[in-house]
């Protein structure tokens, strides 16, 4: 079937902030052939083409003049298997949770603790998704991307990806590389990460001493369901700023003046601070503006009560910057993509 492009599409549906903005040209594409027309489609009317998964990590701020392709591909595949091992590869489009859950019933282990985050596959390796003490970049095999400059499709080992603190080389380069297909290294043998608090102390309310990687990824999935909105009930993009990373000399300042300041001594010196912590000791925890407002449980998402527009979550946004500057001296940078 070939690829079937809508003009003066909503994308209410296909951002989880449900920001009601419109797109000029909207297709899906389920195929690498599908992909391939719509980069040709959009070098020969001269429109912008902005891909999207699941919308989950994006912020709309108007309507969106180019031909927006929503990932839909989907299949997953055994590429490699030993005892110890298996190389899972998987398409663009398929639902991220849903894959980790396949993973997980297959006995293979490295994804539980990046259970119920939303959003797609292909999405994943541009912020290196990461919770709970894992980052994609720890279970990251290999991925496939399309170069939209030359049409060719190059290879990407881990190295290459550059992952960093939700960050990598894809999110640099937003109009080149188009991610088709992310190959993920999991293990038979579960090495589990039971770092972060949260995690232990539920498998323990749990009464679990052994925990398995699936009673890992149902402790997460518990912790996540009662902090964090669900977006098909409240409109969200999760965290809407990264956790600073700031000099152990002011992460000292700040401390003396706040003894209550959660904060991370990174191995390269560094301090990382709780973002959530600081906008919540602000006051900003629960405050509404119209239909933006900040999560009453969770300061560090920023939602919508219905109509707020995405000029509405932006001006909110940098009121929390401009007031977390001026109180702590720190400056939050903002997590998801904006269009
Ligand atoms: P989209 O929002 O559709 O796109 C994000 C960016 O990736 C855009 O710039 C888009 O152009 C680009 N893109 C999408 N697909 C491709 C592709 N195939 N090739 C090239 N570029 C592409 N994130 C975390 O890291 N950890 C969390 O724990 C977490 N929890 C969340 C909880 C909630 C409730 C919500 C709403 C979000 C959360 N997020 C979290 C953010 C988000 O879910 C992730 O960043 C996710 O990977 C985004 O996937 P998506 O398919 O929705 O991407
Ligand atoms: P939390 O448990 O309230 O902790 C607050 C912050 O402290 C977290 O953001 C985390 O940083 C950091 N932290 C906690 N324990 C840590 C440890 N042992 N070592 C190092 N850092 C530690 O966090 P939360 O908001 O409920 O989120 C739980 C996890 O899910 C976090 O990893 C978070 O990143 C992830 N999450 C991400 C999003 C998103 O949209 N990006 C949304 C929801 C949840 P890190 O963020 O660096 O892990």
Not at 52 to 72: E, F, H, P, Q, Y
Not at 87 to 97: D, L, Q
Not at 116 to 135: D, K, S
Request: net charge negative; with cysteine.
């Amino acid at each position: 079937m070939s690829l079937q492009i809508q003009t003066n599409v909503s994308l209410k549906p296909f951002n989880t902030f449900g920001v009601d903005v419109r797109a000029r040209l909207f297709a899906e594409a389920h195929t690498d052939a599908d992909i391939r027309q719509a980069l040709a489609y959009a070098a020969e009317h001269k429109v912008e083409l902005l891909v999207i998964g699941g919308g989950s990590n994006l912020l709309l701020t108007g309507d969106v003049d180019a031909l927006v392709l929503r990932m839909t591909s989907r299949g997953i595949r055994i590429v490699h298997e030993d005892c110890d091992t298996a190389i899972v590869e998987a398409e663009a489009g398929e639902p991220w949770h849903p894959f980790v859950q396949e993973t997980l019933a297959r006995g293979m282990s490295g994804l539980e603790n990046l259970s119920l985050i939303p959003g797609t596959v292909g999405a994943a390796p541009m912020q290196n998704i990461g919770a709970y003490g894992v980052e994609l970049k720890d279970v990251f095999d290999s991925l496939i991307a399309l170069d939209r400059q030359t049409g060719e499709t190059r290879e990407f080992s881990l190295i290459e990806c550059a992952f960093g603190y939700r960050d990598s080389v894809f999110k640099h380069q937003v109009d080149r590389w188009l991610i088709l297909r992310v190959r993920f290294r999991l293990s038979f043998s579960a090495k589990l990460k039971l770092d972060y608090g949260p995690v232990r102390q539920r498998l323990q309310e749990q009464g679990i001493k052994t925990p398995t990687p699936i009673h890992v990824s149902r402790a997460i999935c518990s912790i996540r369901s009662e902090k964090l909105p669900d977006p098909a009930m409240l409109g969200n993009a999760g965290s809407f700023f990264k956790n600073p990373l700031v000099t152990a000399e002011l992460a000292a300042r700040i401390r003396e003046a706040h003894p209550g300041v959660v904060a991370y001594p990174q191995a390269d010196g560094q301090v990382k601070l709780a973002a959530g912590w600081l906008i919540e000791q602000a006051g900003w925890k629960g405050f509404r503006d119209g239909d933006a407002g900040v999560h009453a449980l969770q300061s560090l998402v920023l939602v919508n009560y219905g109509a707020a527009s995405g000029l509405d979550l932006l001006r909110l946004a940098k009121r929390i910057q401009a007031d977390i500057l001026e109180r702590f001296g720190v400056s939050l940078e903002m997590e998801p993509n904006l269009y």
